[in-house]
C-alpha cells in the first residue's frame, strides 16, 4: 500500500512539471514518467484486489497479509522497471527476432501482424502482463522471497514463457532452496533461433545482478 501511494505521488508530480525543471532531457524525462504510471498501475491494481481479498477477515492475520501486499507490488514494480527498457515499446506489431507476432513491450499473447495501440493500451498491457506471469509461475517458486529476486524471474517469465520457467533449471533450484544457484540459471537463457543473442546475454546479466541484490548481493 505505501509503494502504491508514493508512486502515485511521484506520478503526479511529473505530470504537472517539465523535463526542464527537474534538469532531465526530455526522452528521459517520457521514459521515466512512463515507468513510474506502469509501476503505479501495478502497485494500485495489486491493492485493490488484495485489500478485496481480506476486507473482514477477524483471523488474526491481516498484518501478515498487508506484509505480502507490501512485498508482492514492490516485486511487481520492479520487474515492470526492469522488463520496460529491456523490451522496449512499439505501436505497431511486428516480428520478433524468431519471427513471431510482438507488440508493445514484447507482447506476443494473440498479437497479429497489422495489429496497433496506444502508449496507454501498451502501459496497461504490460502492467497485466507482469501481473499474469507472476501469479503463472507462482507454484514454480518458493513462497517467500525477496522482491527483488521475485521481479528477476518474473521477468524472465515474461521472455521466456512461464511453462519455460517452470521447467527450468530457475524453478527446481529455487525450490530446492539454492537461490544464488537459481540466479546464476538466469543466465543459461541467452539464446533465440537457437544463437547466443548479445541482447539476451546482457538482459540476464541484468535480471542476475536483481535476483542477486535480494538475497544481499
Not at 49 to 56: C, E, I, P, T, V
Not at 76 to 94: D, F, K, M, N, Q
Not at 172 to 196: E, F, I, Q, T
Amino acid at each position: 500500500m505505501f509503494v502504491a501511494v508514493v508512486l502515485s505521488a511521484v506520478e503526479v508530480f511529473l505530470a504537472f512539471v517539465s523535463p526542464d525543471l527537474i534538469g532531465l532531457p526530455p526522452g528521459v524525462f517520457a521514459a521515466l514518467a512512463g515507468l513510474v504510471t506502469v509501476a503505479a498501475m501495478v502497485a494500485r491494481l495489486v491493492v485493490q484486489r488484495s485489500l478485496r481479498a481480506f476486507l473482514g477477515d477477524d483471523d488474526g492475520a491481516v498484518s501478515r497479509r498487508v506484509a505480502g501486499v507490501a512485498g508482492l507490488g514492490a516485486a511487481l514494480a520492479a520487474a515492470v522497471a526492469i522488463i520496460a527498457p529491456w523490451e522496449g515499446v512499439e505501436l505497431r506489431a511486428y516480428r520478433d527476432i524468431v519471427g513471431v507476432p510482438t507488440i508493445c513491450y514484447g507482447e506476443t499473447r494473440g498479437v497479429q501482424m497489422g495489429d496497433v495501440a496506444t502508449l496507454e493500451e501498451c502501459q496497461t498491457m504490460l502492467a497485466r502482463g507482469v501481473a499474469e506471469f507472476e501469479r503463472a509461475i507462482r507454484p514454480c517458486l518458493p513462497a517467500v522471497l525477496p522482491a527483488e529476486t521475485r521481479a528477476a524471474f518474473i521477468s524472465a517469465a515474461y521472455n521466456i514463457g512461464s511453462a519455460g520457467f517452470c521447467r527450468s533449471s530457475m524453478s527446481r533450484r529455487a525450490l530446492a532452496g539454492d537461490l544464488r544457484g537459481a540466479c546464476d540459471a538466469l543466465l543459461m537463457w541467452n539464446k533465440a533461433g537457437g544463437r547466443v543473442v548479445r541482447g539476451l546475454v546482457n538482459r540476464r546479466n541484468a535480471e542476475r545482478a536483481l535476483c542477486l541484490q535480494g538475497l544481499g548481493g
